[in-house]
């Protein structure tokens, strides 16, 4: 079984900033990528920003140039680092990975979301 765990949302003024934490555990054999979502009441989920194995990122075009998504393979943990936050940003924020279980067994897990509040 494997966990995935999400960490580091608050409550931050216009102009701040804040790192999330994204840790997987359990029967995990390789994590390829692993990505942060974003979701408000209302609307779907948003991808925010992505990266592989070997460190290549894509990120959403409102959040260009503001944050960085980054990942420590040795500790299976992915990191949002998120600078200029803007009242827009507020939402639940989610990571997600595919994890290979095994050499032919990749899945796709979501840890459970942490809140953003980014006040004006």
Known sequence: ?????????DLV???GSL????????????????YWYRQVPGKG???VAS????GRTIYGDPVKGRFTISRDSAKNTAY???NNLKPQDTADYYCNADIQTGPNHEFNYWAQGTPVTVTS
């Open 45 to 47: 989920r948003e991808l």
């Open 51 to 54: 990266i592989t194995r070997d």
């Open 1 to 9: 079984q494997v966990h995935l765990v999400d960490s580091g949302g």
């Open 19 to 34: 790192r999330l934490s994204c840790v997987a555990s359990g029967d995990i054999f390789r994590i390829n990528t692993m």
């Open 80 to 82: 949002l680092q998120m």
């Open 13 to 15: 003024q216009s102009g």
